[in-house]
C-alpha cells in the first residue's frame, strides 16, 4: 500500500538520522528518509541531499519535509521546485514531533493533504 513518504531536513546529519531511526522503529511502513548536513556531512543543508531524498521517500503519494532552523526551509523550497513531478509539502510543525505524527498519519495511509491537515492541527 502506498504511504506519504517523510523527508526530514536537519542541519546536522546526526540529527536527521537520530529521527529517522527512532521514527522507523516505530512506524516501519512509512518511507522516511534523511537529509542531513551538507555534502561533506559538515553542518548546514544541501539541496541535492534534499532533492534526492525526496525521490528516494515517494511512493506516489506524495511526500511531506519537516525542517529545523535557518536555510533548512529556502533549500527545501529549491528542491520542491526541481522535483518537478513529485507532490511535495512542506511541514512548520517542530522537526521531531511534527514528523513523528506526520509518520503515524502516513501510516493510516492517509492522503498527502491529510497528513498535512492532521500535522497542522496537533502544532
Same mark, same amino acid.
Given at each position: 500500500?502506498?504511504? &506519504? !513518504?517523510? %523527508? /526530514?531536513? #536537519?542541519? $546536522? #546529519?546526526?540529527?536527521?538520522? !537520530?529521527?529517522?531511526?527512532?521514527? =522507523?522503529?516505530?512506524? @516501519?511502513? &512509512? *518511507? %522516511?528518509?534523511?537529509?542531513?548536513? @551538507?555534502?561533506?556531512?559538515?553542518? !548546514?543543508? =544541501?539541496?541535492?541531499?534534499? /532533492?534526492? #531524498? ?10 511531506? /519535509?519537516?525542517?529545523?532552523? !535557518?536555510? +533548512? ?11 518537478? #513531478?513529485?507532490?511535495?509539502?512542506? $511541514?512548520?510543525? *517542530? /522537526? %521531531?514531533?511534527? +514528523?513523528? &505524527?506526520?509518520? %503515524?498519519?502516513?501510516?493510516? +495511509?492517509? $492522503? ?12
Amino acid at each position: 500500500m502506498e504511504r &506519504v !513518504g517523510i %523527508v /526530514l531536513i #536537519s542541519h $546536522s #546529519s546526526k540529527i536527521a538520522e !537520530g529521527l529517522k531511526e527512532l521514527i =522507523s522503529q516505530v512506524i @516501519t511502513e &512509512v *518511507p %522516511v528518509e534523511a537529509a542531513g548536513g @551538507t555534502e561533506e556531512n559538515e553542518i !548546514g543543508t =544541501s539541496i541535492e541531499k534534499i /532533492l534526492e #531524498s525526496i525521490h528516494r521517500a515517494d511512493c506516489g503519494k506524495g511526500v511531506m /519535509l519537516f525542517y529545523d532552523i !535557518g536555510s +533548512a526551509k529556502m533549500n527545501a523550497e529549491i528542491a520542491i521546485e526541481m522535483a518537478e #513531478s513529485i507532490e511535495v509539502m512542506i $511541514s512548520e510543525a *517542530p /522537526l %521531531v514531533e511534527g +514528523a513523528y &505524527v506526520g509518520a %503515524v498519519e502516513s501510516g493510516m +495511509a492517509k $492522503s498527502l493533504q491529510e497528513v498535512n491537515n492532521a500535522v497542522e492541527k496537533a502544532f
